[in-house]
T-cell receptor
Framework: EAQVTQNPRYLITVTGKKLTVTCSQN?????MSWYRQDPGLGLRQIYY???????DKGDVPEGYKVSRKEKRNFPLILESPSPNQTSLYFC?????????????FGPGTRLTVL | AQSVTQLDSHVSVSEGTPVLLRCNYS??????LFWYVQHPNKGLQLLLK??????LVKGINGFEAEFKKSETSFHLTKPSAHMSEAAEYFC????????????FGAGTILRVKS
């Protein structure tokens, strides 16, 4: 089954404790992206990657890092989480950078930073 | 720059009555437009997309949207609402000029009353 998976689905942590949220897709997509969803703000892009070893900042990159060492994986790293990073996070992938392509979303990761 | 305005944060309809969720967009060039639905505690699912072909777009489960360039609108409609369609709906714009970045509206929560 074609899908985007994220782990963990739920995470409660404390300020300053490094964490990684994994994202993997099995569709051989070139383009991958991370979003955060906050009430009343829709989804906002954190980082994106057009292909292996090619990443760039989205609208809200502060406090986050990403890497793209393999085509299928695109982990999101919070080196020193803070309470304002409490949010619902979505990973997405699409065939290419072309704006016609539908993006497929993972199930989401709900992060709480105390 | 791209932007999306969903004109209603909440819409309430009775089961079996028509649904209208309004969306206006701003984009420099020829945009791609999408409607995504998010059911409670679920990821996002694509309902339909406009990519410069027919201006009336049909999606899944009887949803339709009409692209009106003169009004910069992309309203989502359905003739008859079903209880299972209570969810949050996002209007999204994307443009090749901006590297397939999706810009989300703030969302419209649809409530369906029995």
């Amino acid at each position: 089954e074609a899908q985007v998976t994220q782990n963990p689905r739920y995470l409660i942590t404390v300020t300053g404790k490094k964490l990684t949220v994994t994202c993997s897709q099995n569709m051989n997509h070139e383009y991958m992206s991370w979003y955060r969803q906050d009430p009343g703000l829709g989804l906002r892009q954190i980082y994106y990657s057009m292909n292996v070893e090619v990443t760039d900042k989205g609208d809200v990159p502060e406090g986050y890092k990403v890497s793209r060492k393999e085509k299928r994986n695109f982990p999101l790293i919070l080196e020193s989480p803070s309470p304002n990073q409490t949010s619902l996070y979505f990973c997405a992938s699409s065939l290419s950078q072309n704006s016609y392509n539908e993006q497929f979303f993972g199930p989401g990761t709900r992060l709480t930073v105390l | 720059a791209q932007s999306v305005t969903q004109l209603d944060s909440h819409v309430s309809v009775s089961e079996g009555t028509p649904v209208l969720l309004r969306c206006n967009y701003s984009s420099s060039y020829s945009p791609s437009l999408f409607w995504y639905v998010q059911h409670p505690n679920k990821g996002l699912q694509l309902l339909l997309k406009y990519t410069s072909a027919a201006t009336l777009v049909k999606g899944i489960n009887g949803f339709e949207a009409e692209f009106k360039k003169s009004e910069t609108s992309f309203h989502l409609t359905k003739p008859s609402a079903h209880m299972s369609e209570a969810a949050e709906y996002f209007c999204v714009v994307s443009d090749w000029e901006y590297g397939n970045k999706l810009v989300f509206g703030a969302g419209t929560i649809l409530r369906v009353k029995s």
